[in-house]
């Protein structure tokens, strides 16, 4: 009889090494850097195998420069996309990171700093793409500003308008900038989140958005389908960016990830692929409107 040994598997392997909580407890000031996250948000993907999938494509990503963003940057550029990346003036050292990342690829990178509750801005960016990169054929809408308060009395005015502002004013003026360039067989995809799904006690602003946001993309893909330009949404639990310690206490990170099945955050590489699939129409040519929740075995989401 056969001697059948376990095989190799590099994806299992690397999971296995991934940090549980309890994570360092740690806090930075908005909108944080992820080179002072600790451990680093693990974004490098060394198991996985590119395909081609989206050679010369032109994508366009906001929130490039760090976490998620970062992440999808990197295979983007490895699955033969030129990327361009959005983000605050103020992230450009991690946004430099990411530049790296894509060059190592062998992959244009375009970096363009700006604040999307500009609208002006927002158009500024898609022509910039445009522009410097020649078309554009991707869109994913993943900037987000975050701040966890105990009490509906604690959210201000200041702090809902700027969370809508940039969450969902911000993904809608993208899109719409975008539509001006996207051709058939076009690709936008947008970050959305568990707390869209479930709600989150701390997040009332955020999780509003969250929620906007998926049911924007349900509409927008039955907008566009006639286009045939798809939509699709990917839906995190937590994940391990800067945007955690940048927005709740650091005895609060001390403790995210805790609670799902996992026992641990997400790292960044582990979403990417699922937004490789949502950009790639060889993969997701059939696949419109969809929110694909991504959550480390909870179930009660979906």
């Given at each position: 009889?056969?001697?059948?040994?376990?095989?190799?598997?590099?994806?299992?392997?690397?999971?296995?090494?991934?940090?549980?909580?309890?994570?360092?407890?740690?806090h930075q000031e908005s909108p944080g850097l992820e080179s002072k996250v600790h451990p680093r948000p693990q974004f490098e993907a060394p198991a996985y195998r590119a395909a081609g999938k989206l050679t010369d494509k032109v994508a366009l990503i906001?929130?490039?420069?760090?976490?998620?963003?970062r992440a999808v940057a990197s295979l983007f550029a490895r699955e033969g996309a030129d990327v361009a990346i959005v983000f605050l003036p103020e992230e450009k050292?991690?946004?430099?990171?990411?530049?790296?990342?894509?060059?190592?690829?062998?992959?244009?990178?375009?970096l363009v700093p700006g604040d999307l509750t500009d609208a002006a801005f927002?158009?500024?960016?898609v022509e910039r793409t445009v522009k410097e990169l020649g078309k554009l054929d991707i869109l994913v809408n993943n900037a987000g500003y975050q701040k966890n308060q105990e009490s509906i009395e604690e959210v201000s005015d200041e702090q809902f308008d700027l969370t809508f502002r940039t969450n969902m004013y911000g993904y809608f003026r993208m899109a719409k900038?975008?539509?001006?360039?996207?051709?058939?067989?076009?690709?936008?995809?947008?970050?959305?989140?568990?707390?869209?799904?479930?709600?989150?006690?701390?997040?009332l602003d955020y999780a509003a958005t969250k929620g906007a946001i998926h049911a924007f993309t349900k509409s927008l893909a039955q907008n566009l389908v006639e286009r045939k330009i798809r939509v699709n949404c990917v839906a995190p639990g937590?994940?391990?960016?800067?945007?955690?310690?940048?927005?709740?206490?650091?005895?609060?990170?001390?403790?995210?990830g805790a609670d799902t099945p996992m026992k641990r955050p997400a790292q960044p590489?582990?979403?990417?692929?699922?937004?490789?699939?949502?950009?790639?129409?060889?993969?997701?040519s059939f696949i419109t409107g969809e929110v694909l929740a991504v959550l480390g075995g909870s179930t009660t989401a979906g």
């Open positions: 009889m056969a001697d059948h040994k376990p095989s190799h598997d590099p994806g299992a392997e690397r999971a296995a090494q991934y940090p549980k909580a309890p994570m360092p407890a740690q906001t929130g490039g420069d760090s976490g998620i963003g050292s991690d946004a430099e990171e990411t530049r790296a990342a894509i060059v190592r690829a062998g992959r244009r990178a375009l927002c158009r500024e960016a900038a975008a539509l001006a360039h996207l051709k058939e067989g076009g690709v936008i995809i947008n970050t959305g989140s568990i707390t869209g799904l479930e709600g989150e006690k701390t997040l937590p994940v391990w960016t800067p945007l955690n310690p940048s927005a709740k206490p650091a005895e609060e990170v001390a403790k995210f590489e582990e979403l990417a692929p699922a937004y490789v699939f949502f950009a790639s129409n060889a993969d997701s």
